[in-house]
């Protein structure tokens, strides 16, 4: 299975036995992921090493706006899609295999988890996974320590509150915080 197959399946997946071929796949990405990050982690880049260190990683071409701070951690890393002009603050953790969209000018506060795995309920299971797809949309201002759980949605212009658990949909302009996130209020544009 090449990594566009991978994408795709997982992009139409709703169950990964873990006796699966598809389970063996997370592994060898994994591997992929891991050495990459080693060697984007563990030295000073400039951001233009950075940008391509980043394209290598999740196996397409990031903006030339496209910034970062490392270190930056992901389980996967091919399944991350991003827009234009992206910043993603030091320390975020990516678990990537159900799918990573992220809109145009987005920026990510340090420590931000997405997560887009659940595991199997039932206990002689337990290590087979549910890949759910997270969405930001553009514009979104995603604050510091924040866990986005799998399947969830960030409409464009919203605001994250910093050490917030986002665990449904987030509508558009809204901003939310909290354990879970709750609406606070909608952004007046004017």
Known sequence: MNNKEFIECMNKIEYIDENSKLFEKFYQLSEQARK???ELNNKYHTQDEIRELF???IDKEVDKNFRLFPPFYSECAINITLGKNVF???CCKFQDQGGIEIGDNVLIGHS???ATLNHDFNPNKRASMIPKKVKIGSNVWIGS???ILPGVTIEDGAIVGAGSVVVKNVPQNAI???????????????
């Not at 939310?176 to 004017?190: F, L, S, T």
């Open 112 to 114: 931000v988890i997405i």
């Open 145 to 147: 320590n924040v866990t």
């Open 88 to 90: 993603i603050n030091a």
């Open 55 to 57: 394209s290598r990683l």
């Open 176 to 190: 939310v915080a909290g354990n879970p996130a709750k609406i606070i209020r909608y952004i007046d544009k004017e």
């Open 36 to 38: 990459i990050t080693m």
